[in-house]
């Protein structure tokens, strides 16, 4: 069964850093990319980033309202996923939810991020 | 201002069928595959549909995707009440070098 997990989520506050995991299993997360996307509270889905995989030289992209703040980093000995954040500001208070990028494997159930002071 | 164009709302009467439109551009829609996301009430995205029009193991057929061009639609026939919530159609965009979604189309069953 494929299942990602995520995790490390709470509050921090503005200007902070905070480090999220996704773990995976039941895949072989070496061969994927991988997505982090967020949802703010009452609003719709975003975007956060992407890595690529080993055949792809773990490129990354980012979004624009992330770039030069969030690092996505991934461990594929540890099936796992990373997102760093610095320089949080309050509007990146969100769910952060990491997923296969455009597969039909489930999402996780998300870590909610709080940035206020 | 979502870079995928979908109606904010669609309602219908149960056992009735609904589409959702998803309208883009060349540089996603366009040139990429599709998929389309389902979100209940309090729950993480449910994957519904992939790469245009593929069903999870486990999505009843009731729920089809389809592309034609620039555009994406997703269709639920035999509509019922559990079906109630956002839907989000999602796609990568050559130009932005980003995934993009649309801004969701909240279904209701009247």
């Known amino acids: 069964e494929v299942q990602l997990v995520e995790s490390g989520g709470g509050l921090v506050q503005p200007g902070g850093s905070l480090r999220l995991s996704c773990a995976a299993s039941g895949f072989t997360f070496s061969d994927h990319y991988m997505d982090w996307v967020r949802q703010a509270p009452g609003k719709g889905l975003e975007w956060v980033g992407r890595?690529?995989?080993?055949?792809?030289?773990?490129?990354?992209e980012y979004a624009a309202s992330v770039k030069g703040r969030f690092t996505i980093a991934r461990d594929d000995s540890k099936n796992s996923l990373y997102l760093q954040m610095n320089s949080l500001k309050t509007e990146d208070t969100a769910v952060y939810y990491c997923?296969?990028?455009?597969?039909?494997?489930?999402w996780g159930q998300g870590t909610l991020v709080t940035v206020s002071s | 201002q979502s870079v995928l164009t979908q109606p904010p709302s669609v309602s219908a009467a149960p056992g009735q069928k609904v589409t959702i439109s998803c309208s883009g551009s060349?540089?996603?829609?366009?040139?990429?595959?599709v998929s389309w996301y389902q979100q209940l009430a309090g729950t993480a995205p449910k994957v519904l549909i992939y790469d245009n029009n593929k069903r999870p193991s486990g999505i009843p057929d009731r729920f089809s995707g389809s592309k034609s061009g620039t555009s994406a639609t997703l269709g639920i026939t035999g509509l019922q009440t559990g079906d109630e919530a956002d839907y989000y159609c999602?796609?990568?965009?050559?130009?932005?070098?980003?995934?993009?979604f649309g801004g969701g189309t909240e279904l209701t069953v009247l």
């Open positions: 890595t690529r995989n080993k055949a792809n030289r773990y490129t990354t």
């Open positions: 060349s540089s996603n829609i366009g040139n990429n595959y």
């Open positions: 999602g796609t990568w965009d050559d130009s932005l070098s980003a995934e993009v």
């Open positions: 997923c296969s990028s455009g597969s039909y494997f489930p």
